[in-house]
Structures are given as C-alpha cells and as structure tokens.
C-alpha cells in the first residue's frame, strides 16, 4: 500500500536561511500532493498543492517541487521566519481519482532568530 | 458553518467508558474525514465518507471504532469500552471532494482515557 516518508527528526535553522523538507512516497504517483501547516494544539492547514504534471508550484516565500521518477517532493521556505515554526506535513490521495487522503508524519521546523 | 467545528474539545473519561465525538463540517462539503493523532505523531487514517458511498473504514483500529454520517452532515466517531491505548487528538476534516481536494480540518477533539 502507499506510505508517505517525512524527515523523523526535527529541522533546526537559522531565520533568513531557506529550509528544505522531504516527502518520499512508495508506490504509485498521486494525482496531486499537498503540504499542510501544523501548529501546536490545532488542526493542519493547507498551504500548497502540486499536481502530477507539475514540477514546481511557488507562493510567496513557500516553493514546493515533484519529481514523480524519485517519488519525492520537496517544502522550501526561503527568507525563513521564527514565526515559521510549525510542524509540515505531506499528503496525497490513495488513488488516482478517489479522495481518500493519507498524511506523512511530518517534520517539525524550528527557525532560530 | 465558516469552519469544521468538532465537540468536545477536551474529553476525559475512565478505562471501559463509551465515547462520543462529533464533527460538523463545512456546508456543501460532500466528503468528510476522520484521523488520529497520538502525541508527537502524524495523521493516522481512520475513516473516510464520500457523498451516498458507503464509507471507506479501512483506518479503524477495531471493531470498538465505528463512525456514522446522517444526511450527509454531522458525522459522529464512538469508541466503545475505551483503552489507554485510544488517548489522542482526533481530528475530523471535510473537503468539497472536487478537483484538488484541499481538506479544512477541525481544531480536534484531545480524548484522555485514564
């Protein structure tokens, strides 16, 4: 079954560097993935969709690639901010067509002032 | 509603009690999810209702999960003869299951099962 592969560890940078996360992804390519925002003690937030015949989506300081022959994609966050701090998350739809979603652990970013 | 709204926020009960969760998600969403999250951890799929289908409840955990969807709003996630093991923040979520799917999640419902 597909299974989503996020950095386990957290990522610690300093503000005004960009930081990188990864998504790995294990079986088929999803129609699209997605990134969310988590911060403590709320829900995830939606930040940026990419679709399958897409390699690059950008929205202001957030840019995220898909590279369907690696199964990856990767987060950047340039000009990174402390208020940047949150936990990422990757998610994708189970099937080509369905909108059953699954989401990868996550990686917790902290941005150093 | 402007937003997925879920009760209660924070829900303390002993080991064996039954439990009720409720989510009430956005107007006009077709598809609502439910998901679990254990401390420090990720999104665990439990269940997943599209429209008149019938509901893709291939997260639950066991058979002391069960979730229902009546008239294609409110959905309620029951845990019966709870463990330990169920202490989480569970998290429901609804999309207009069209096109890119962007989920709006609820801000959770933290059960404690002493």
């Known amino acids: 079954s597909q299974k989503i592969e996020q950095n386990s560890e957290a990522l610690n940078i300093q503000e005004g560097k960009t930081a990188t996360l990864t998504c790995n992804y294990t079986?088929?390519?999803?129609?699209?993935l997605q990134w969310y925002r988590q911060d403590p003690g709320r829900g995830p937030v939606f930040l940026l969709l990419?679709?399958?015949?897409?390699k690059e989506k950008r929205k202001e300081r957030l840019k995220v690639t898909f590279d369907t022959t690696l199964k990856q994609s990767l987060f950047h966050i340039t000009a990174s901010q402390p208020a940047d701090s949150a936990t990422y998350l990757c998610?994708?739809?189970?099937?080509?067509?369905?909108?059953?979603?699954?989401f990868g652990a996550g990686t917790r970013l902290f941005v150093k002032a | 509603g402007a937003g997925v709204s879920q009760s209660p926020s924070n829900k303390v009960t002993e080991k064996g009690k039954d439990v009720e969760l409720r989510c009430d998600p956005i107007?006009?969403?077709?598809?609502l999810y439910w998901y679990r999250q254990s401390l420090g951890q990720g999104l665990e799929f439990l269940i997943y209702?599209?429209?008149?289908?019938?509901?893709?409840k291939s997260g639950l955990p066991s058979d002391r999960f069960s979730a229902e969807r009546t008239g294609g709003s409110v959905s309620t996630l029951t845990i019966q003869r709870t463990q330990q093991e169920d202490s989480a923040v569970y998290l429901c979520?609804?999309?207009?299951?069209?096109?890119?799917?962007?989920?709006?999640f609820g801000a959770g419902s933290r059960l404690t099962v002493l």
């Open positions: 979520a609804s999309s207009l299951a069209t096109g890119a799917n962007v989920l709006t």
């Open positions: 079986n088929y390519s999803p129609a699209y």
């Open positions: 990419i679709r399958e015949n897409e």
């Open positions: 998610a994708l739809d189970m099937s080509g067509g369905g909108f059953k979603t699954i």
């Open positions: 107007s006009g969403h077709t598809a």
């Open positions: 209702f599209q429209g008149n289908s019938a509901p893709d």
